[in-house]
């Protein structure tokens, strides 16, 4: 079977290295993923030492032992003892590209997309002669203005696009190029009207866009007329460029970060060629378009954590909000994302010129995490001064965060989330005290003279004043770690729960190091696995397990006495969660009752906590109340009073006389 031509070099490109051969190795310390390096022990030979490198962004690897070598098709080949097609199949599958249907023509079009960049290359050529003639004066004038001499010219081969209507058109056919190719290329096009094809570029600044094997597949023009209806005009699509999955010095910028340079995202060709110029040379751009998912995915496979660097106008920061709602579905654990907003008014290039690349670097020093633009935007022009306005920002950025596919990194944002609504609201989370918060953190309302109610499942800032109230503390305390215990054994004897019980796995912090340590791990599993037990147990170790099963309470559980019972388990959990979030609640009224009362008398203290314990007894109640109707026997003890008719009535059957 033949592949279109563009199939292996995209697979390629979609499908990790790193991630391939890591299913089959053990990456030794000496790794460094911020630089796309990792090193093994080699998986083709037996070996002590680490020998066994892969370059994650180049996509090769090589084992100095043995000398194997290859990319992630040979590497599937070796290590799968398979076929070249059907290594091609796994990854696709693995990359989520559906495999070509057979094309006879393939060895055909690859033939033409070469020939294509031949011709890319002759338009490559003439531009450059024409950015050395008279009628390209005022654009070498421009670019000097813009201090791209001719270094940086010859560096990026900017060139001059005639304001002719067919001096490019003419140029390619006395070469002898078909008319038809010359049309595939984009640099010309037929003329609706019926009249002769045209030059789709005329006097304009002429940037080749470049491929990350290095071969022109379009150009992007810079108009020097000022009344031009479009200052910037890149080439359509064509058969060799989809704009929406190439960046702008993508081969270069590659290189550039595989030497420990920094991969910043500009916003267009002029800050990526001044960026580069000033040392900063792994600088991409999007092409004229929002950045888009497949973009961002190239982006990623260059470098773990690209800086995207965005004007500070309004414009640019309305494009960082739109880079956030394409970001947040793909993040991982190893592919994040920073913004770095330039001054307001200035651009890199502006930058660069006023500051030099110091001042560059400085800005880029200040680059912040996603969680900050996320967070900007939604509080920004915003005013909280209710308990609905504070519902409603915790109902979006809720929201938001679930679209986070990984649950472990979704956890972290919540927590990130939770100290920044925090600093918002003026309460204090401190980084000693455990964290035993849900989301949504229940709303509370500001006091006169700063500050704020403590939110439930946060503890006191300062030690209790009372012996009574300690105990109490530590008796609530007590509660919460038997009831964490039971949800944990309800999905480690249900699985099939984990799917609805992941949002309160991800609020829940628990009391001790084992139970941290299993809900980790389940936050990492799938509930749906045939071997989940033995999964969980090689993350967590069977003691774990075994402490938390063997528990009195545990073992006299419904939901574990009746394991694989799903409606039992969803009951069990949801009755559990309302009891354990009361549970916080009423460590926050003691907490409140002791700070509010200070220097009170021991009555106010005791009627504020006995107020607090009425309430914790009907929050803590279960769901459907019993409403069963009882009878006093003959013994004192409680009778069901239908379930004592009905034994009434079986005896009456047979004729026999009912004991009280």
């Given at each position: 079977?033949?592949?279109?031509?563009?199939?292996?070099?995209?697979?390629?490109?979609?499908?990790?290295?790193?991630?391939?051969?890591?299913?089959?190795?053990?990456?030794?310390?000496?790794?460094?993923?911020?630089?796309?390096?990792?090193?093994?022990?080699?998986?083709?030979?037996?070996?002590?030492?680490?020998?066994?490198?892969?370059?994650?962004?180049?996509?090769?690897?090589?084992?100095?032992?043995?000398?194997?070598?290859?990319?992630?098709?040979?590497?599937?080949?070796?290590?799968?003892?398979?076929?070249?097609?059907?290594?091609?199949?796994?990854?696709?599958?693995?990359?989520?590209?559906?495999?070509?249907?057979?094309?006879?023509?393939?060895?055909?079009?690859?033939?033409?997309?070469?020939?294509?960049?031949?011709?890319?290359?002759?338009?490559?050529?003439?531009?450059?002669?024409?950015?050395?003639?008279?009628?390209?004066?005022?654009?070498?004038?421009?670019?000097?203005?813009?201090?791209?001499?001719?270094?940086?010219?010859?560096?990026?081969?900017?060139?001059?696009?005639?304001?002719?209507?067919?001096?490019?058109?003419?140029?390619?056919?006395?070469?002898?190029?078909?008319?038809?190719?010359?049309?595939?290329?984009?640099?010309?096009?037929?003329?609706?009207?019926?009249?002769?094809?045209?030059?789709?570029?005329?006097?304009?600044?002429?940037?080749?866009?470049?491929?990350?094997?290095?071969?022109?597949?379009?150009?992007?023009?810079?108009?020097?007329?000022?009344?031009?209806?479009?200052?910037?005009?890149?080439?359509?699509?064509?058969?060799?460029?989809?704009?929406?999955?190439?960046?702008?010095?993508?081969?270069?910028?590659?290189?550039?970060?595989?030497?420990?340079?920094?991969?910043?995202?500009?916003?267009?060709?002029?800050?990526?060629?001044?960026?580069?110029?000033?040392?900063?040379?792994?600088?991409?751009?999007?092409?004229?378009?929002?950045?888009?998912?497949?973009?961002?995915?190239?982006?990623?496979?260059?470098s773990p954590e690209p800086v995207i660097a965005l004007d500070g106008d309004k414009a640019g920061v309305r494009?960082?909000?739109?880079?956030?709602?394409?970001?947040?579905?793909?993040?991982?654990?190893?592919?994040?994302?920073?913004?770095?907003?330039?001054?307001?008014?200035?651009?890199?290039?502006?930058?660069?010129?006023?500051?030099?690349?110091?001042?560059?670097?400085?800005?880029?020093?200040?680059?912040?995490?996603?969680?900050?633009?996320?967070?900007?935007?939604?509080?920004?022009?915003?005013?909280?001064?209710?308990?609905?306005?504070?519902?409603?920002?915790?109902?979006?950025?809720?929201?938001?965060?679930?679209?986070?596919?990984?649950?472990?990194l979704r956890s972290h944002y919540g927590h990130a989330i939770k100290e920044l609504r925090a600093g918002l609201?003026?309460?204090?989370?401190?980084?000693?005290?455990?964290?035993?918060?849900?989301?949504?953190?229940?709303?509370?309302?500001?006091?006169?003279?700063?500050?704020?109610?403590?939110?439930?499942?946060?503890?006191?800032?300062?030690?209790?004043?009372?012996?009574?109230?300690?105990?109490?503390?530590?008796?609530?305390?007590?509660?919460?770690?038997?009831?964490?215990?039971?949800?944990?054994?309800?999905?480690?004897?249900?699985?099939?729960?984990?799917?609805?019980?992941?949002?309160?796995?991800?609020?829940?912090?628990?009391?001790?190091?084992?139970?941290?340590?299993?809900?980790?791990?389940?936050?990492?599993?799938?509930?749906?696995?045939?071997?989940?037990?033995?999964?969980?147990?090689?993350?967590?170790?069977?003691?774990?397990?075994?402490?938390?099963?063997?528990?009195?309470?545990?073992?006299?559980?419904?939901?574990?006495?009746?394991?694989?019972?799903?409606?039992?388990?969803?009951?069990?959990?949801?009755?559990?969660?309302?009891?354990?979030?009361?549970?916080?609640?009423?460590?926050?009224?003691?907490?409140?009752?002791?700070?509010?009362?200070?220097?009170?008398?021991?009555?106010?203290?005791?009627?504020?906590?006995?107020?607090?314990?009425?309430?914790?007894?009907?929050?803590?109640?279960?769901?459907?109340?019993?409403?069963?109707?009882?009878?006093?026997?003959?013994?004192?003890?409680?009778?069901?009073?239908?379930?004592?008719?009905?034994?009434?009535?079986?005896?009456?059957?047979?004729?026999?006389?009912?004991?009280?």
């Amino acid at each position: 079977m033949s592949l279109p031509p563009n199939f292996i070099e995209e697979l390629r490109t979609r499908v990790s290295l790193s991630q391939v051969v890591g299913r089959k190795v053990v990456w030794s310390k000496k790794s460094n993923r911020a630089k796309g390096d990792w090193w093994a022990s080699c998986p083709f030979h037996q070996e002590k030492s680490a020998s066994f490198h892969v370059d994650d962004r180049k996509g090769f690897y090589y084992c100095f032992g043995c000398h194997a070598k290859g990319d992630a098709l040979t590497f599937v080949q070796e290590t799968e003892n398979v076929g070249f097609m059907e290594a091609v199949e796994i990854l696709a599958r693995e990359a989520g590209m559906p495999m070509p249907a057979r094309d006879p023509q393939a060895a055909k079009k690859a033939d033409r997309r070469s020939q294509l960049a031949e011709v890319m290359e002759e338009v490559v050529k003439f531009y450059r002669m024409q950015l050395k003639t008279g009628a390209a004066q005022d654009a070498r004038a421009y670019l000097d203005r813009r201090g791209l001499g001719m270094k940086g010219q010859d560096r990026f081969e900017i060139g001059y696009a005639p304001n002719e209507s067919q001096a490019t058109w003419n140029h390619l056919k006395g070469k002898g190029i078909p008319d038809e190719m010359i049309i595939a290329t984009g640099v010309c096009a037929e003329s609706d009207r019926g009249g002769a094809p045209y030059d789709r570029f005329r006097g304009r600044i002429m940037f080749p866009i470049r491929d990350a094997r290095g071969r022109c597949i379009s150009f992007g023009g810079r108009a020097m007329d000022p009344n031009a209806r479009a200052k910037y005009l890149n080439g359509p699509e064509t058969e060799l460029f989809d704009k929406g999955n190439s960046l702008y010095n993508h081969g270069p910028a590659r290189e550039a970060v595989g030497r420990g340079q920094t991969l910043i995202v500009a916003e267009g060709y002029m800050d990526v060629i001044a960026l580069a110029l000033a040392g900063f040379e792994g600088a991409v751009a999007p092409l004229g378009t929002a950045i888009t998912p497949e973009q961002l995915q190239l982006m990623w496979r260059i470098s773990p954590e690209p800086v995207i660097a965005l004007d500070g106008d309004k414009a640019g920061v309305r494009a960082a909000y739109r880079l956030v709602d394409v970001a947040l579905p793909l993040l991982e654990a190893d592919k994040a994302l920073r913004f770095c907003l330039m001054p307001e008014g200035q651009d890199p290039d502006d930058l660069i010129k006023a500051k030099g690349p110091e001042g560059m670097a400085e800005i880029l020093g200040t680059a912040m995490p996603l969680i900050d633009i996320l967070w900007r935007r939604a509080i920004e022009d915003q005013v909280f001064d209710s308990p609905e306005r504070k519902a409603g920002l915790d109902k979006r950025l809720r929201e938001e965060i679930k679209q986070i596919r990984s649950p472990d990194l979704r956890s972290h944002y919540g927590h990130a989330i939770k100290e920044l609504r925090a600093g918002l609201f003026g309460t204090a989370v401190s980084a000693e005290e455990p964290r035993r918060e849900w989301t949504p953190r229940q709303n509370w309302q500001p006091r006169q003279g700063g500050g704020g109610r403590r939110p439930w499942g946060a503890p006191p800032s300062k030690p209790l004043g009372t012996t009574l109230t300690s105990a109490l503390v530590q008796d609530e305390n007590f509660e919460i770690s038997l009831r964490e215990a039971v949800v944990l054994a309800t999905i480690v004897s249900t699985p099939m729960v984990l799917e609805e019980a992941m949002d309160l796995l991800e609020a829940m912090e628990c009391q001790s190091q084992e139970h941290n340590t299993l809900r980790g791990a389940l936050l990492m599993m799938n509930g749906r696995s045939n071997a989940f037990r033995a999964e969980l147990e090689a993350l967590v170790g069977g003691e774990i397990l075994e402490n938390l099963l063997r528990q009195n309470h545990i073992s006299i559980c419904p939901s574990v006495r009746r394991a694989g019972d799903l409606e039992t388990a969803k009951l069990t959990l949801m009755e559990e969660t309302a009891k354990l979030k009361a549970a916080h609640g009423r460590l926050a009224e003691i907490a409140e009752a002791t700070e509010e009362l200070t220097g009170a008398a021991d009555e106010a203290i005791t009627y504020r906590l006995g107020q607090a314990a009425l309430a914790f007894d009907r929050a803590t109640r279960a769901q459907q109340e019993d409403t069963t109707e009882y009878e006093k026997a003959d013994n004192g003890m409680r009778v069901d009073r239908k379930e004592r008719e009905a034994l009434h009535g079986l005896l009456a059957n047979l004729g026999k006389t009912p004991k009280h």
